[in-house]
């Protein structure tokens, strides 16, 4: 499963699959494979191409708004988080201070979704 998770992530294919994983496996106990994916995170956001940190920074966005809907605390994650991902996670949380739960995690819609 480590890997898996580590492949998804220096891909950044399927970056949402990664985090449902993260946060099923911390309900479950189960956070010996941290240390190595929360490095990958953290390597990929210093050493990565833009578009590979964006990827990790969506990836920890999904972390946050996939913990906060199944009710668990986003920062039982801040210990596996590097310097430089704990300044994006700061970040998240800068952008979406005042705004509600649903507001956060709402999935945009697409302009071919309204109909007028």
């Given at each position: 499963?480590?890997?898996?998770?580590?492949?998804?992530?220096?891909?950044?294919?399927d970056l949402?699959?990664?985090?449902?994983?993260?946060?099923?496996?911390?309900?479950d106990?189960?956070?010996?494979?941290?240390?190595?994916?929360?490095?990958?995170?953290e390597?990929?956001?210093?050493?990565?191409?833009?578009?590979?940190?964006?990827?990790?920074?969506?990836?920890?966005?999904?972390?946050?708004?996939?913990?906060?809907?199944?009710?668990?605390?986003?920062?039982?994650?801040?210990?596996?988080?590097?310097?430089?991902?704990?300044?994006?996670?700061?970040?998240?949380?800068?952008?979406?201070?005042?705004?509600?739960?649903?507001?956060?995690?709402?999935?945009?819609?697409?302009?071919?979704?309204?109909?007028?």
């Amino acid at each position: 499963m480590t890997q898996e998770l580590i492949d998804k992530l220096k891909s950044a294919n399927d970056l949402t699959f990664a985090a449902e994983k993260i946060v099923a496996l911390f309900k479950d106990g189960n956070t010996e494979s941290f240390d190595a994916v929360f490095g990958v995170v953290e390597e990929q956001i210093i050493f990565g191409s833009d578009e590979v940190r964006e990827g990790m920074i969506s990836f920890l966005e999904n972390l946050k708004n996939l913990s906060a809907w199944q009710d668990l605390d986003c920062a039982v994650f801040e210990p596996w988080l590097g310097a430089e991902s704990h300044v994006v996670w700061r970040w998240l949380e800068k952008r979406w201070q005042g705004k509600s739960l649903e507001a956060a995690t709402r999935k945009p819609q697409r302009p071919e979704d309204t109909k007028l």
